[in-house]
């Protein structure tokens, strides 16, 4: 059952730029979602949105739906928002050190948006801080919650703002790069922490990353972002299985080979623009192998790959599958 | 509770610094030109009278045994004779340091009054015309000497509304209160003129922080952000700035009470200076010394007490 619904998202900032432009996704309950692409892809920015909490001034929403549950969030009024932000939605950060408040103790910033949204009183939300301390994985929580952040190693304050978030029992989390500041003995703690709530709350996800390693692990599906347009969805077994767009082969190309390798990163050519000088036509066709003249004047829409129920893509030539896009370098 | 053990070994620390200050004092107060028997007796007076007071007074003896002296007197409890006054420093501080400090105690806590509302304001009206004008009144006020001020205020309040005395000190409580406001608004002016446009930097400092952000995405209400987070975070650098300008202050009280003839130790210091009173001069200037020392102390603990990161 689908929780969230994105259809036709458009950012643009003060200069009329979008920077995201005409994304439309969906979360169902209980369904991790990835949200693949390079930094400044504007899948953050599609995220907080869907929060009303744009970063930056001169940011708007110039059109699309947001409808969680069904009803369209960017009509909300800001009272409207605050009951949906914590309670519904709920969101972490990558650097869990700074989306803490240092002076305050962890126990006080999770009971807080029990206080909020419940009206628990000081005690109840105190006992449920512990209990959600304690669901998290932090040793001792009886103790730790009167702790202050800084007395948190960094992986269990990537847990305690996860405890911070689920006190509102949310239905969908946006997690922000979670686990990108993180150890990777740690990440894995995180992510393994993710699914589990998942399992166990019914919890709907929504994984902003850049590693398609987190991806592959965690996510039940993926969308990948380009230069502030959405590229590909689909299942995860799809996508990275048997990838249409070649942004998303090439992202799977540089993933480093567990065997080692022969000591060659692969990489895509080019950088990914700027937000002032996107291409005409498909964003990505300047870096593309498998580029034609229609890719560098018309835009891509998505559209459904023949035979798979929900895996799409936005390329001209995402059923003649090449693999001549990638360019191997260095 | 280990965070806190500093405020055992510190005043420890203080020794030596109170040691120096006793020194300059010392030194700087002899090396004035003027002499405090020529002076108390008058220009007719005979060498051999102003002989015997400079006897009386130990004021003949070499200046390292003087000091000694001073020393000595200072860990049996006295701080030497006033030559004008013939009682006990100490007695005399004893009598007069009250105005004095309730006139900055007063001055701080109305200049605090001042300044957090007019700050919060100008940070959450950033760039509106309440934040403009709350800068263009606080830069103002920080180009206006105390002195000036305090006339200004005399000629306003008192002499055309005749809401408050023009100058003393009242013998009863509410009396002592209704003199004491003048001069207390006088010093607070300059004083929340510094912290508003302090604070108001700090609060906007902190309203960038991703902590907010983060506490937004909870649904928690503006205000409730503003006070329970951003503003115990601001408040950190501002209070260190505050026991700075409160030391600054506790020397500016010589100024205000000559103004408002408040007679506090600020009053006594300044007349002990012209009349050459050494052992006054003294004992005033560490008194002084000891109440700027004590601030910062203070304002540790506050800091220590606010921001569980600091270990002191």
Redesign the interface.
């Given at each position: 059952m689908t929780l969230l619904r994105v259809s036709d998202l458009t950012i643009q900032d003060r200069l009329g730029t979008a920077l995201v432009d005409g994304v439309s996704l969906s979360v169902d309950r209980g369904e991790i979602l990835g949200l693949v692409g390079e930094s400044g892809s504007g899948k953050t920015l599609a995220c907080r949105a869907m929060?009303r909490?744009l970063?930056g001034e001169g940011l708007t929403i110039r059109g699309g739906e947001i409808r969680l549950n069904g009803a369209d969030v960017l009509t909300y009024g800001e009272k409207q928002m605050?009951?949906?932000?914590?309670?519904e939605i709920?969101?972490i950060?990558q650097?869990p050190a700074?989306?803490?408040?240092?002076?305050?103790t962890i126990g006080r910033q999770i009971a807080?948006?029990r206080r909020?949204?419940f009206g628990a009183s000081r005690r109840e939300a105190r006992q449920h801080a512990i209990e959600l301390l304690r669901q998290v994985g932090i040793p001792d929580p009886a103790s730790r919650v009167d702790n202050?952040p800084?007395?948190f190693s960094g992986g269990m304050r990537q847990r305690a703002?996860i405890a911070?978030?689920l006190a509102?029992e949310p239905k969908l989390l946006i997690a922000d790069e979670p686990t990108t500041a993180l150890d990777v003995t740690v990440q894995m703690q995180v992510l393994h922490l993710l699914r589990d709530l998942r399992d166990r709350l019914g919890l709907a996800v929504i994984l902003i990353t850049h590693d398609l390693g987190v991806v592959a692990q965690t996510c039940d599906r993926i969308a990948v972002m380009y230069a502030g347009r959405l590229c590909e969805t689909g299942g995860k077994r799809e996508v990275l299985g048997a990838p249409l767009h070649p942004y998303t082969r090439g992202l799977i190309e540089c993933q480093p080979s567990s065997d080692g390798g022969a000591g060659r990163m692969i990489t895509i050519q080019g950088q990914p623009p700027l937000a002032q000088r996107f291409p005409a036509g498909c964003r990505f066709h300047p870096r593309c192998g498998s580029a034609t003249a229609e890719c560098a004047s018309v835009q891509p829409e998505m559209r459904v790959e023949p035979g798979a129920d929900s895996h799409a893509a936005a390329c001209h030539h995402a059923a003649s599958v090449v693999n001549r896009g990638m360019v191997h370098g260095h | 509770m280990h965070r806190y053990r500093f405020v055992l070994w510190r005043p420890f620390q203080l020794l030596p610094v109170l040691f120096g200050i006793s020194v300059l004092v010392f030194v700087m107060v002899r090396s004035i030109p003027g002499d405090p028997a020529r002076i108390l007796l008058g220009v007719r007076s005979t060498p051999q009278a102003i002989a015997r007071i400079r006897a009386q007074y130990g004021l003949d003896e070499p200046l390292w045994l003087q000091y000694f002296y001073f020393v000595r007197n200072l860990l049996q409890g006295e701080m030497g004779k006033s030559i004008i006054y013939r009682v006990d420093t100490l007695k005399l501080i004893d009598s007069r340091i009250q105005p004095t400090i309730f006139l900055v105690l007063g001055s701080v806590l109305l200049a605090v009054l001042i300044a957090v509302p007019l700050a919060t304001g100008a940070a959450r009206y950033r760039g509106r015309l309440a934040d403009h004008a709350i800068r263009l009144i606080s830069t103002i006020g920080l180009g206006l000497p105390a002195f000036w001020l305090g006339i200004m205020v005399i000629l306003l309040f008192s002499i055309s509304l005749h809401w408050f005395p023009v100058s003393g000190y009242g013998s009863d409580w509410a009396e002592r209160l209704h003199h004491l406001f003048l001069p207390c608004l006088t010093v607070a002016l300059a004083l929340s003129a510094v912290l508003t446009r302090n604070l108001r930097a700090s609060l906007l400092m902190e309203l960038q922080n991703d902590y907010v952000t983060a506490a937004r995405a909870r649904g928690l209400s503006e205000n409730h952000i503003f006070w329970r987070h951003v503003m115990p975070n601001s408040l950190i650098p501002t209070i260190n700035l505050l026991a700075v300008n409160i030391g600054w202050l506790i020397g500016g009280t010589v100024v205000i009470e000559s103004v408002f003839a408040i007679p506090g130790l600020g009053q006594l210091l300044v007349k002990a200076i012209i009349s050459r009173d050494y052992m006054v001069v003294q004992g005033v200037v560490l008194v002084f010394a000891l109440a700027t020392v004590a601030v910062n102390l203070l304002a540790d603990l506050l800091t220590v007490a606010l921001d569980p990161r600091v270990k002191l």
């Open positions: 929060m909490l970063p605050m009951a949906v932000r914590g309670r709920g969101m950060f650097n700074s989306h803490l408040n240092p002076v305050m807080e948006g909020r949204h202050y800084h007395e703002m911070v978030a509102c | -």
